[in-house]
Nanobody
Protein backbone atom coordinates (compact mmCIF):
# COMPACT_ATOMS: atom_id res chain seq x y z
CA UNK A 1 0.00 0.00 0.00
CA UNK A 2 1.17 3.50 -0.79
CA UNK A 3 -0.24 6.91 0.08
CA UNK A 4 0.24 9.84 -2.28
CA UNK A 5 0.06 13.54 -1.47
CA UNK A 6 0.38 16.20 -4.15
CA UNK A 7 1.57 19.74 -3.59
CA UNK A 8 2.98 22.68 -5.50
CA UNK A 9 -0.10 23.82 -7.35
CA UNK A 10 -1.17 27.41 -7.51
CA UNK A 11 -1.98 30.36 -9.70
CA UNK A 12 0.43 31.37 -12.42
CA UNK A 13 0.30 33.56 -15.50
CA UNK A 14 0.51 32.07 -18.96
CA UNK A 15 4.11 31.41 -19.85
CA UNK A 16 5.09 30.82 -16.26
CA UNK A 17 6.27 27.71 -14.48
CA UNK A 18 5.28 25.51 -11.59
CA UNK A 19 6.75 22.40 -10.07
CA UNK A 20 4.39 19.81 -8.67
CA UNK A 21 5.39 17.31 -6.04
CA UNK A 22 3.97 13.94 -5.18
CA UNK A 23 5.17 12.55 -1.88
CA UNK A 24 4.66 8.85 -1.35
CA UNK A 25 4.62 6.92 1.85
CA UNK A 26 5.58 3.30 2.05
CA UNK A 27 8.69 1.22 1.72
CA UNK A 28 8.27 0.05 -1.87
CA UNK A 29 8.16 3.32 -3.80
CA UNK A 30 10.81 2.19 -6.26
CA UNK A 31 8.58 -0.69 -7.35
CA UNK A 32 5.87 1.67 -8.62
CA UNK A 33 5.50 3.32 -11.94
CA UNK A 34 4.21 6.84 -11.38
CA UNK A 35 1.89 8.97 -13.44
CA UNK A 36 0.47 12.45 -13.50
CA UNK A 37 -3.08 13.01 -14.67
CA UNK A 38 -5.24 16.09 -14.72
CA UNK A 39 -8.90 16.90 -14.78
CA UNK A 40 -10.24 20.24 -15.90
CA UNK A 41 -13.68 21.44 -14.94
CA UNK A 42 -16.30 19.67 -16.98
CA UNK A 43 -13.80 17.34 -18.64
CA UNK A 44 -12.61 13.78 -18.22
CA UNK A 45 -9.42 12.94 -16.43
CA UNK A 46 -6.57 12.84 -18.91
CA UNK A 47 -3.04 11.55 -19.00
CA UNK A 48 -0.21 14.05 -18.60
CA UNK A 49 3.02 12.16 -17.98
CA UNK A 50 4.36 8.94 -16.54
CA UNK A 51 7.68 7.52 -15.47
CA UNK A 52 8.92 3.99 -15.10
CA UNK A 53 9.92 2.63 -11.74
CA UNK A 54 13.59 3.12 -12.52
CA UNK A 55 13.07 6.64 -13.82
CA UNK A 56 14.77 5.82 -17.08
CA UNK A 57 11.68 5.82 -19.30
CA UNK A 58 9.21 8.68 -19.47
CA UNK A 59 5.96 9.23 -21.33
CA UNK A 60 4.14 12.44 -22.18
CA UNK A 61 0.88 13.54 -23.62
CA UNK A 62 1.33 15.34 -26.91
CA UNK A 63 -0.21 18.45 -25.39
CA UNK A 64 2.60 18.82 -22.84
CA UNK A 65 5.60 17.29 -24.55
CA UNK A 66 8.49 19.73 -24.62
CA UNK A 67 6.99 21.82 -21.83
CA UNK A 68 6.60 19.41 -18.93
CA UNK A 69 9.17 17.09 -17.40
CA UNK A 70 8.44 14.22 -15.07
CA UNK A 71 11.15 12.93 -12.78
CA UNK A 72 11.51 10.94 -9.60
CA UNK A 73 13.82 10.56 -6.66
CA UNK A 74 13.35 7.11 -5.25
CA UNK A 75 15.54 7.89 -2.27
CA UNK A 76 13.08 10.63 -1.29
CA UNK A 77 9.91 8.78 -2.30
CA UNK A 78 8.97 11.71 -4.49
CA UNK A 79 7.88 12.25 -8.07
CA UNK A 80 7.97 15.68 -9.69
CA UNK A 81 6.27 17.40 -12.55
CA UNK A 82 8.11 20.45 -13.79
CA UNK A 83 5.71 22.55 -15.85
CA UNK A 84 7.09 25.31 -18.05
CA UNK A 85 5.49 27.57 -20.62
CA UNK A 86 2.13 27.07 -18.99
CA UNK A 87 -1.01 27.74 -20.96
CA UNK A 88 -4.54 28.48 -19.80
CA UNK A 89 -5.60 25.07 -21.10
CA UNK A 90 -3.28 23.50 -18.52
CA UNK A 91 -5.67 24.66 -15.81
CA UNK A 92 -6.88 21.58 -13.95
CA UNK A 93 -6.60 19.57 -10.81
CA UNK A 94 -3.45 17.50 -11.11
CA UNK A 95 -3.29 14.03 -9.60
CA UNK A 96 -0.42 11.68 -9.11
CA UNK A 97 -0.94 7.97 -9.36
CA UNK A 98 1.04 4.80 -8.71
CA UNK A 99 0.95 1.29 -10.08
CA UNK A 100 3.27 -1.64 -9.48
CA UNK A 101 2.40 -3.80 -12.45
CA UNK A 102 3.02 -1.78 -15.58
CA UNK A 103 6.64 -2.52 -16.33
CA UNK A 104 6.04 -5.82 -18.11
CA UNK A 105 2.82 -4.89 -19.92
CA UNK A 106 3.99 -2.42 -22.54
CA UNK A 107 4.08 1.34 -22.82
CA UNK A 108 0.40 1.64 -23.77
CA UNK A 109 -0.67 0.93 -20.20
CA UNK A 110 1.24 3.86 -18.72
CA UNK A 111 -1.24 6.19 -20.40
CA UNK A 112 -4.36 4.60 -18.96
CA UNK A 113 -5.81 6.06 -15.79
CA UNK A 114 -7.74 2.92 -15.03
CA UNK A 115 -4.50 0.95 -14.82
CA UNK A 116 -3.33 2.85 -11.73
CA UNK A 117 -4.45 1.60 -8.34
CA UNK A 118 -3.28 4.42 -6.07
CA UNK A 119 -4.18 8.09 -6.31
CA UNK A 120 -3.54 11.30 -4.45
CA UNK A 121 -6.15 13.93 -3.68
CA UNK A 122 -4.94 16.37 -6.29
CA UNK A 123 -3.54 19.87 -6.40
CA UNK A 124 -5.09 22.77 -8.28
CA UNK A 125 -3.18 24.47 -11.06
CA UNK A 126 -4.67 27.62 -12.50
CA UNK A 127 -3.07 29.42 -15.43
CA UNK A 128 -4.35 32.89 -16.13
CA UNK A 129 -4.23 34.66 -19.47
Amino acid sequence: QVRLVESGGGLVQAGGSLRLYCAASGRTFSSYAMGWFRQAAGKEREFVAAISRSGITTYYADSVKGRFTISRDNAKNTVYLQMNSLKPEDTAVYYCAAEQNLYARGSYYYYQANEYDHWGQGTQVTVSS
